[in-house]
């Protein structure tokens, strides 16, 4: 289970000293803890959830960091990125997205675009980035 994983991890990254590895796992974990505290149940899903969104974070701050100028903080936050991305499951292909958003909008029998959005989230639970989805489905409809 991805939990384990990451658990594992933490303890390589310590006896490596891998400062910002460590730092990400433990916040990783730190996530998933206030989730379990909020009784939420904690599945391989909602790990991915909580993955997904670290990831969105640190995309966010790297772009306020450029903005800023400021390239040290926007090389630890694409380190940090590139650690969480290790652990999500590679998202579709543009082709795959676009024909599985297709079968989405034909099994829709309202074709608004929110109606079709949030269709197309459930159907692909994590398999693409919420811009994508909305960016591909823009395109089709």
């Known amino acids: 289970m991805l939990i ?21 796992v433990r916040a990783v974990l730190n996530e998933i803890n206030i989730r379990e505290m909020k009784n939420i149940k904690i599945n391989e899903e909602e790990i991915i959830k909580v993955l997904r969104s670290e990831a969105k974070k640190r995309k966010e701050s790297i772009e306020t ?6 390239t040290d903080l926007t ?44 269709a197309s989230i459930a159907a692909l639970k994590g398999a693409a980035d919420g811009k994508r989805i909305s960016a591909v489905l823009k395109q089709i409809l």
């Open 4 to 24: 384990e994983k990451l658990k594992e991890d933490l303890k390589t990254y310590m006896k490596a000293k891998d400062m910002i590895s460590l730092n990400t």
């Open 65 to 70: 960091f450029q903005k800023a100028g400021r």
């Open 75 to 118: 090389e630890k936050e694409e380190k940090e990125l590139k650690v969480i991305e290790g652990y999500l499951p590679a998202e579709m292909s543009d082709e795959e997205l676009t024909a599985k958003l297709k079968e989405v909008i034909a099994s829709c029998s309202d074709k608004s675009f929110g109606v079709v959005m949030k």
